[in-house]
């Protein structure tokens, strides 16, 4: 599966973005599918992954604020940031887990496939 992240771009403190992630050669529903961002000078962390319909899972930093979901029909996943800090600015990163593999995890090893990134700065 090749994936195409987009929807960064500039906002202010506590203002909203919403990225998406689209999936060509490749049915994104079958993935365990998640996104990461990388700060300047930081590792690459993880911010939300999801399993099937309905599992989803946050990091600590995100939770309450960002929301993973996916549509099917669209081949696209989507990260829906709102009350956005400063601390937020990082390039994100949309990936895939193997097409086998049905269990979520925060580990950015565990992902096979990833995106170009795209960037995002909270500032005001």
């Known amino acids: 599966v090749q994936l195409q992240a987009s929807g960064g771009g500039l906002a202010q403190p506590g203002g909203s973005l919403r990225l998406s992630c689209a999936a060509s050669?490749?049915?994104?529903?079958?993935?365990?599918m998640g996104w990461f961002r990388q700060a300047p000078g930081k590792e690459r962390e993880f911010v939300a992954a999801i399993a099937g319909s309905d599992y989803t899972r946050y990091a600590d930093s995100v939770k309450g604020r960002y929301t993973i979901s996916r549509d099917n029909a669209k081949n696209t996943m989507y990260l829906q940031m709102n009350s956005l800090k400063p601390e937020d600015t990082a390039i994100y990163y949309c990936?895939?887990?193997?097409?086998?593999?049905?269990?979520?995890?925060?580990?950015?090893?565990?992902?096979?496939?990833w995106g170009q990134g795209t960037q995002v700065t909270v500032s005001s």
């Open positions: 990936a895939a887990r193997g097409s086998s593999i049905t269990v979520v995890t925060t580990s950015r090893r565990g992902y096979l496939h």
């Open positions: 050669e490749g049915t994104l529903s079958y993935y365990v």
